[in-house]
């Protein structure tokens, strides 16, 4: 039993090692000097080997040594985006069953952040939660004192265009034509765009560790998220993953690119409340600054829809 224990705790201890080397090469930009034949990294405390200086340690990461390592063999490398997302959804698979098996007190913060980083991506492809669920939208615009709602269920089509029945609408005509219809309509083009060129991924995003706090109990790790460029659907702000699932509980941040020369600035929060892992609602909170009528505040409630309906849903122009 001893014997099963020590193999046990030495794999996650291996575990924990590997996964710390590889947040230290994605977040850490900080090499200190070399000193008899080391770098060390400035923020962990790392230590990699000088390439000329033997193999004594792992190789340095590229941005902590500055130096390109030279090739034995021409061979064609592969580029970020199709090397990243295997790396990381192999780490998440093979380090998170040894770490939570063994508990080890070696496992720190860090490390923790980059196995929650690394479910985060392996779940980014599934997208929305829910195909069916229902919709509350209360907008305001406070410069006219006017307000207006929409109650409707939402369902995805087959290619990911969402399909509205609207239950109930009400409140000021210019709230409800000019800021809740130009918001859905919004949707459906922003649904147009490929997935691939707006998700936060390493693909379309740079990432910074931030750190971890405390959120409804559990503990979530923050990320600060700057796109590579400025295109159409992306936002600068903060990304914060659950720890234990990956799943997103908060983003905010505003979009880089502004849809329409009449809006000066769109800023977003959106936080997605968890039970037992699951989403169960996502609050989104949107302020659109215009040069028109002033500021527009959209609060958006999604939840699933429990009782499926039948039949088309009609969209929302013809309402």
Known sequence: MRHDFDNLYAGSHSAAERAATFWCRLMHDS???????????????????????????????????????????PTAVPSFRSAWLPRVILLAILLAPHVQAAESPMVGSATQAAMAFARYITGVAQGRPWSLETVEIDAALPKLEE???????????????????????????TVTKQVIARYLSAEVRAAALPTSSVTITPANY????????????????????????KREGLIKGELWIDGETGAVVRQSGYLVKRPSIFVKRVDIIQETTLRDGSAEER????????????????????RPYADPVSGDAPGIEER
């Open 206 to 229: 740079k990432f910074r560790y931030k750190g971890a706090m405390q959120a409804g109990g559990n503990v979530v790790y923050a990320f600060l998220i700057a796109p590579r460029k």
């Open 147 to 173: 307000q207006g709602s929409l109650r409707a269920i939402r369902r995805l089509a087959p290619l990911g265009k969402p399909e509205y029945q609207v239950l109930e609408i009400a409140g000021d005509r």
């Open 31 to 73: 090499p200190m000097w070399p000193i008899h034949g080391r770098y060390e990294c400035r923020t962990c405390g790392r230590h990699y080997s000088v390439p000329w200086a033997g193999n004594a340690f792992p190789p340095a990461p590229a941005k902590l040594t500055g130096i390109r390592q030279p090739r034995v063999v």
């Open 283 to 302: 609050v989104t909170h949107l302020s659109v600054d215009t040069r028109l009528v002033g500021r527009a505040e959209l609060t958006i409630h999604e």
